[in-house]
Structure formats: C-alpha cells, structure tokens
C-alpha cells in the first residue's frame, strides 16, 4: 500500500501541524478507522522532519483520540467506540458502575499493561537475565539496577547517585521499612495534622507515638515544630513537601530551610516522601538536597507507571547504608529481582517518556475539570496533582455526603484516615481525580458531587 503522506499547510510546530493532518484526513475519509500509520523513520524521511517530530505528532494524534499506539506493532486510527472510550476501566466487572475516585491512582492508560508486557517479553529471552532473576541478590539491590533506577530519577528532576539508594518494595515498603529500622516502640514521630495514612499505619504497626503538627498554605509550621522540639525532639518527622496528602499544602522554601536546620540542632530524621509524581517545574528544593545526612527520600513507581509494579527506591544518607540494608533483609531478604529488572526495562523505553508526558497534561485537565464543577467550593490541589480536597460548607457533614455519593455510585474518602493522633477529623472529603476510568466518568462523577452539595438527600445530615 501506498504510503500516506500528509499535506502540511498550516504553520506553527511541525508535530502539532502532523497531528492536525491526520485528524483532516481520518474526517475526509482518506484515513479509516483499523488503518496503520506509516513507520515514524519512513514518514520523516518523507516529510523531511526528524524521527522526534514525528514521535511527538503521533503522541499529540493519540492525546486527542485520534489514534492508537500498540506498542511493538504500530499507531492506528481509532474506531468511533474507540474514540468514545481511550481509557482502560479500572474497576472490576462487578463494579463497572461504580467510580471510585477514592485511591490516589495514575489515570488508566493502555501503556501501562503494554510497557510491562514488552518488558517481560524481553526477559524471557534473555538467557542471562532470568538466571539472574532467581538468585539471591544483596539486600540492597544490584548495582547495575540502582544505577538504572538512579538515572531515571535524576532525568525526572530528583537526582540521586545509585550508591545512595536502596531498592524497596514501593513507597508504603519505603516507609515501613525506615520506621521499622529507625525508631523504636514508644518513640515519638511528627507529621502533618493531616498527612498519608500510610504513614499512620505504618506508626500504629510499629507501636511508635504520632504527633500531628499545625499546618497552613505552606505546609508544616516549623513554629510549632520548634515548640514540640524545645520539648521533647521526636525521633523523625515525616513530610510531603511538595504536595501534602491530602489537602496539596506545598512546603514552603523558607520552611523547607527551618525544617533542615531544626534537624541538625535537634538531631531528628526526616523522612520526605516524593511518591506523589508532579512535573519538575512544579517541585521545590529537595529536603534531600538541604540536609542530606539527616533526610531519607522515599520514591516509588506506582504514581507513574502503575501501581501494581510495586517497585521503588529510598534514598540513604551513608551513614544508614548498613542499617537500611539489613532492615531489608530482616523483612524480606531482597527485593524479586525479576519485577526490579522488568520495571528498570519499563522506564528506559521511550515509549514511558511519551506516557508520562500525556500523564502530566491528562493530571492537568482533570484538575482543571474539577475545579469548573466545584469552583462554589474552592477545592484546593496542585494543578499537575492527582488529588482535590473539598472542605464541605457549613452544615454539611462528611459522612452523610460520602453514603449519599455511594447510592450514585460514586466513592470518595472522608477525613478520618488523615488525622494524626487524636486531631479531630475536619468536614471535608479528598477525590482522586485519577481513579475514573475516562475524563466521561469522571465529569459524571463531579456531576453527582455537584448535584449532592446543592441538593441534600432526605436524611438528617446538616447539623443543628
């Protein structure tokens, strides 16, 4: 067949001129639904562009639903239904009509199951990779694997060296595994008043003490840190500077500065998750970075390839090296080195940048879709973030509001699980905007939460 060749008439960027070429054809008939695109390197070549535009045109084609990229086979033009659809469904068959935007979720896309059937496929043909697969391996991880991992983070704007890194289970393991080699029962730890119930449970589970900490727009009052301190210092304090979970509270640069010096004076660990993916230009200065033999930063794949890789990465001042790594090896020995090397495989196929690029925008319009709905109510998030804190108006009770949603089928989550210590719970709720299987469901939903805020169900849930 005759390759295709688009008509390139309009100015501007090559790759947006590209996808705009193929969406006139596919509307003229000259492109039908099941047609292949031509190769990237064949139509560059023809066009006289680079492999890159091309790469980059395909993935704004696939960004407006024109097309579909299968990963080791090719790009073809979607069908209507496909059109209608471009999301995977992530609730199983018996809850297909539920929208659960309560788990803090990356949003479905086909990449995520393809990178990991390509990554797998070629291990299965790597003779001297499976042998490596069902050895031991040193606690912390092979090196040839944290240098791979090392590298992946440094080009996402967290640069780490692989000798500082331990290879863990996901960031819940990341957690676990340095309250567990850290502290011990009956210590004191610090947090948000509102922080990651990961973090909460992990504490509870290792009969640790949690003392919640004031927080504002900025994140933690290092103020009342400094009072807690001149008191008695906890044993570690733990952090999301960049997006708290759950109201999206950004740590600000002068706290993050108080927060590494009240380290040093009272010789306190900081734990700082950065699990929660954001683009570089939204992050602040690391903690890592500003007390780094007093800071341990746990990283981890869920937030951006998926969440059922289960692999991550806690980065380790030197002098814990040996203590982190036998902490590994006392809850599990190593981590399989087989899902390691199938995640390393994943984030050097160029296929995870074009992922997480569409990630990054998809994040951005679901954030700005919900804050259309909910504009009356003046949620609060991060614009590229995964999650939005509502705090309900007067009257309204959070649990009332979260049955009434389940009845529509929508699900999201009350404030109880963010409290810290015996920090009474505020009437709010948190929607993870990247839980609904399309931008459909998810407006659907804030149409149901819209709806319930405006219209209370009859039942007795404003206050008196």
């Known amino acids: 067949m005759t390759i295709w060749i688009p008509r390139l008439d309009a100015t501007g960027p090559r790759y947006r001129t590209i996808a705009e070429a193929i969406a006139r054809a596919i509307q003229a008939g000259e492109l039908a639904p099941g047609d292949k695109l031509p190769p990237q390197r064949r139509l560059a070549d023809a066009l006289g562009v680079t492999v890159g535009t091309v790469s980059r045109a ?17 790009t073809y033009v979607r069908g209507a239904e496909q059109a209608a659809t471009p999301f995977l469904a992530t609730a199983s068959a018996e809850d297909e009509d539920l929208i ?14 393809a990178l990991l059937g390509q990554a797998l496929a070629g291990i299965a043909e790597d003779r001297a990779v499976l042998e490596r697969a069902v050895a031991y ?17 440094t080009r996402l704007g967290m640069p780490v060296s692989a000798d500082s890194l331990v290879i863990t289970q996901g960031g819940q393991h990341g957690i676990d595994l340095t309250l567990r080699a850290l502290t011990r029962p009956g210590e004191r ?16 589970q290792a009969h640790l003490k949690t003392l919640a900490v004031p927080m504002d727009d900025e994140g933690m009052d290092m103020e009342a840190l400094a009072r807690l301190c001149a008191q ?10 960049d997006q708290n979970n759950p109201t999206g509270a950004v740590l600000s640069e002068a706290r993050r500065e108080r927060l590494a010096e009240l380290a040093r004076q009272h010789e306190f660990w900081i734990l700082e998750d950065g699990v929660q993916y954001l683009p570089e230009a939204e992050r602040g200065t690391p903690l890592y970075r500003l007390a780094p033999e007093r800071t341990l930063f746990a990283f981890s794949t869920a937030k951006v390839l998926a969440g059922g890789l289960r692999i991550g990465a806690l980065r380790v001042p030197e002098a ?30 160029a296929d995870t940048e074009r992922l997480l690029a569409w990630q990054v925008e998809e994040q951005a319009e679901r954030q700005r879709l919900a804050r259309r709905w909910l504009a009356d109510y003046a949620p609060t998030g991060r614009p590229h973030g995964s999650n939005l804190w509502l705090t309900l108006p007067e009257g309204l009770r959070a649990a009332e509001l979260l049955a009434a949603l389940e009845e529509r089928g929508v699900r999201l989550t009350g404030p109880e699980p963010f409290c810290v210590g015996s ?8 929607l993870c905007l990247g839980g609904a299987r399309s931008r459909e469901a998810l407006e659907a939903a804030l149409k149901a939460v819209t709806e319930t805020l405006q219209a209370p169900p009859p039942i007795p849930w404003r206050t008196l």
Not at 100 to 113: F, G, I, V
Not at 139 to 153: Q, T, V
Not at 342 to 347: E, F, G, L, N
């Open 58 to 74: 395909y993935a704004e084609a696939e960004r407006r639903g024109s097309v579909s990229a299968l990963v080791g086979s090719g």
């Open 100 to 113: 659960d935007l309560s788990l803090s979720l990356p949003p479905p896309h086909p990449l995520r199951a």
């Open 137 to 153: 391996q040193p606690e912390r991880g092979l090196a040839g694997h944290r240098e791979r991992l090392a590298a992946w983070m």
């Open 189 to 204: 730890i610090a947090a948000d008043a509102l922080t990651y119930p990961g973090l909460i449970g992990a504490a509870r």
């Open 232 to 241: 008695q210092p906890p044993r570690l304090v733990y952090v999301t500077p």
């Open 320 to 349: 814990l090296h040996e203590t982190l790594g036998a902490a590994v090896r006392t809850q599990s020995w190593m981590v399989p080195p087989l899902m390691v090397e199938a995640v390393c495989r994943c984030v050097e196929s």
């Open 423 to 430: 920090e009474p719970a505020p009437q709010a709720v948190r």
